[in-house]
């Protein structure tokens, strides 16, 4: 049993005994002192059984306050203004601190039928006829004042537990956002990177095979181990990045440019309208899109001229990747096992940004068009 629980027990148990004390002191009473014995025997056993709650249940709880308001009450009115009135009081305040409404209405009507019958019993007049049930009546407010003071406790409790509830979601919620974003941005890079390594080696191997050219085999190896470290720099910048401020989208498009020329391709960025500052969602999905559109452009159309053109508009912000010289459609791709990457990936990661992306040929070659509003 808690402290707390323990000491209201003993304070309840030492009130029992100094009412005891004062009704065994107690002086001039109406009735016999044998009816009067049973009922303080009365009253205190179902005053035990309340405190101690044996058995438990609510059968037991109201039947006990019930014996506590008819026998108290009875005792009190025959033994006039003594303190087994604190019988019914007590009765009615727990009863309706606790009991259902059906309970308390009960035990109230027996509690004061009890005092009221008390008081015919000693001819005590209608000042105590009235005065009774104002006690009853005032005892009962103070347990309605102490129910609702529980029911808002509880109420408080529930709330707090919903809130901690909600914020442990919120906090799971944003756990799995996060490992989201970092899993899509590492897929990315690593997917551009190999991409950009099986063109080199399939170059290699070429030389090697058909033309014996050993020195042009060893620059393209060169060239797979700049690639290899250049995407495991950008693997990092790509982590940095999340937990810091995006790089403006020209500076990334630039630098996406500079690796694409640094593995024997063509390629020139074309900017149009007045550069602002775009949200971390909308420059990364424009920026992976150009990344993965020049990947494409290197494995299916190698030695062609590739144009990235960005356009910063009134109500939109896109960007456009234009190739030559197509040799086979991207989209076959995204028909493969890759794990949603190719353009199925790149519209995914559109469609989060709020945008959308278009892909086909074009009177110039192979054009992927990515426009997300800004």
Same mark, same amino acid.
């Given at each position: ?70 026998? &108290? @009450? *009875?005792?009190?009115? +025959? ?5 087994? $009135? /604190?019988?019914? %009081?007590?009765?009615?305040? !727990? ?99 190999? &991409? @950009? *390594?099986?063109?080199? +080696? ?5 030389? $090697? /095979?058909?033309? %014996?050219?050993?020195?042009? !085999? ?113 989209? /076959? ?42």
């Amino acid at each position: 049993m808690p402290v707390s629980a323990r000491v209201l027990v003993l304070a309840r148990l030492v009130g029992l005994g100094l009412v005891d004390v004062e009704v065994a002191l107690g002086g001039s009473h109406a009735g016999p002192d044998a009816l009067l014995a049973v009922l303080a025997v009365i009253a205190n056993v179902a005053t035990l059984v309340w405190v101690f709650e044996r058995p438990r249940g609510v059968w037991s709880r109201a039947g006990a306050l019930g014996a506590m308001g008819f026998a &108290g @009450g *009875l005792l009190g009115a +025959l033994q006039h203004g003594s303190p087994a $009135l /604190a019988f019914p %009081g007590v009765a009615a305040a !727990a009863a309706v601190a606790d009991c259902s409404a059906l309970d308390a209405l009960a035990i109230l009507a027996l509690a004061l039928v009890a005092l009221e019958a008390g008081v015919l019993w000693a001819s005590l007049g209608a000042s105590a006829a009235v005065g009774y049930p104002t006690i009853l009546i005032g005892a009962a407010l103070v347990g309605l004042t102490r129910r609702q003071y529980v029911a808002q406790g509880r109420a408080a409790e529930a709330l707090v537990e919903q809130t901690g509830r909600t914020e442990s979601a919120t906090r799971r919620a944003a756990a799995l956002d996060e490992r989201t974003r970092i899993a899509r941005e590492i897929h990315d890079v690593l997917a551009h990177a190999l &991409g @950009g *390594l099986a063109v080199q +080696l399939e170059a290699t191997e070429l030389l $090697l /095979a058909e033309r %014996g050219d050993v020195e042009g !085999a060893l620059d393209r190896i060169r060239g797979c181990q700049r690639t290899a470290r250049e995407g495991l720099e950008e693997a990092r910048r790509a982590v940095a990045a999340l937990r810091s401020d995006t790089p403006p989208l020209i500076e990334s498009l630039t630098k996406l440019l500079d690796a694409h020329h640094r593995q024997g391709a063509q390629g020139e960025l074309l900017v149009e309208g007045t550069q602002r500052e775009l949200s971390p969602e909308v420059t990364l999905a424009l920026m992976r899109t150009a990344q993965e559109a020049l990947t494409n452009a290197r494995r299916h159309a190698p030695g062609s001229a590739v144009q990235v053109r960005l356009v910063y508009e009134a109500a939109s912000t896109s960007v456009t990747v234009t190739n030559d010289a197509v040799l086979r459609s991207p989209a /076959a791709v995204s028909a493969e096992p890759t794990g949603g990457y190719g353009l199925t990936g790149m519209r995914e990661r559109l469609e989060l940004a709020g945008g959308r992306l278009a892909a086909g040929p074009g009177p110039d070659g192979w054009t992927v068009h990515a426009e997300v509003p800004t």
